[in-house]
C-alpha cells in the first residue's frame, strides 16, 4: 500500500499535475491580500511599482474580460463551470496523448477558470481584480493572476496545436516518401531491366545477321 502510495506521489510530482492546486491557491491568496490591503470600503489605495506602467490598484468585476456580460453573473458561472469541467475532463482522457505544451496550458486555464469562478460563485462584488498596467494615456483593463493564467494558457494551446499540426504535416511527408522511394527503385529496376533485354535482343539480331 505504502509503495504505491510513493509511486503515485512521484508519478505526481513528475507529471507537474500539482500546478493546478499551486496556481489555484496563488490566485485566491493574491485576491484577497490586495482585497484587504487595498481596499477601503468604497475605493482603493494603489500601489505604484513602476511610475506610469505598473501598479497595485484593487477593482471589482461583475462581468469577463473588458467588462462583457457585466452583472449577468448565472451566465458567467455557467460559462466558467463547464469549461472548467470540459478542461479536466479533456485533461484526464487525452493526458497521455497531449505534448508538453498543451499539458502546461491546461496546467493554467484550469485554475485560471476555477479562481474566477469561485469569485463570481461567493463573492457579491464579483471577480476581485488588482493588476494595473498603463501603457501612456491608455490604461489596459485591471485584472488578477487567474486571468494571466488563463491568457498565457491560450496562448500556449495555440501554439501547441500549431506544433502539433507542423509534425502532422512532417510525418505524412516521411510515410508518402518512405511509400515512394521503393516504387521508385521499382520503376528504375523495370526500365534497366527493359534497357538490358532490349540491348540482348539488338546483339541477338546483330548476331543473325
Known sequence: ?????????IWFGKSYLWLIPLFFIIDIVSKKYFESLLWK???SDTIVVIP???????LYN?????GAFSGQYWLLIA????????MIWYLGKYYKKLNGVAKIALYLMIP???GNLIDRAFYDNGVI????????????????????CLVVGAILLVISVIVDDVKEKREAEMLQQQYEEPKQNINQKS????TKNAKEISDLKKKDK
Open 41 to 43: 470600503g468604497n475605493y
Open 112 to 114: 485560471g477558470c476555477l
Open 79 to 86: 460559462i466558467s463551470s463547464i469549461a472548467g469541467i470540459a
Open 1 to 9: 500500500m505504502m509503495n504505491k502510495f510513493k509511486k503515485g506521489l
Open 191 to 194: 526500365e534497366q531491366n527493359e
Open 52 to 58: 506610469g506602467f505598473f501598479s497595485f490598484e484593487v
Open 129 to 148: 481584480d488588482f493588476l494595473k498596467f498603463t501603457f501612456g494615456s491608455y490604461n489596459f483593463p485591471t485584472f488578477n493572476f487567474a486571468d494571466s
Open 62 to 66: 461583475t462581468g469577463a474580460a473588458w
